[in-house]
């Protein structure tokens, strides 16, 4: 049975989240990943596959290492899916903001 895993369920874990920062200012082999963690290196290798399963990371082949960088399309794919909710709460809290700058406690 071929597992296909959900962007959204892998980017709710937050050391996923924190690997993908790690790769987002350069490509980093995995042993280079895992140090940064105080968990199992083979946790951290899941993590890593379930990334790039989810098409989140990609991987390149340099020599002997493998090093992991982020995907720009897929990473544009979950923004552009995330902005209009992100628009949605900027006009809100700048309703809320106008609300409380024209309030006025009653004495």
């Known amino acids: 049975m071929n597992l296909r895993r959900d962007v959204f369920q892998a980017i709710a874990d937050p050391t996923r989240r924190a690997i993908l920062l790690l790769v987002a200012a350069q490509a980093m082999p995995a042993g280079a990943i895992a140090a940064n963690f105080d968990t199992a290196r083979p946790t951290v290798s899941k993590h890593l596959q379930i990334l790039t399963e989810c098409e989140l990371l990609q991987q390149q082949q340099q020599g002997r290492e493998i090093y992991y960088h982020l995907n720009p399309k897929k990473i544009k794919e979950v923004?552009?899916?995330?902005?209009?909710?992100?628009?949605?709460?900027?006009?809100?809290?700048?309703?809320?903001?106008?609300?409380?700058?024209?309030?006025?406690p009653k004495k």
């Open 79 to 104: 923004a552009d899916f995330i902005e209009p909710f992100r628009q949605m709460w900027d006009e809100r809290f700048n309703k809320l903001e106008d609300i409380m700058q024209h309030y006025q």
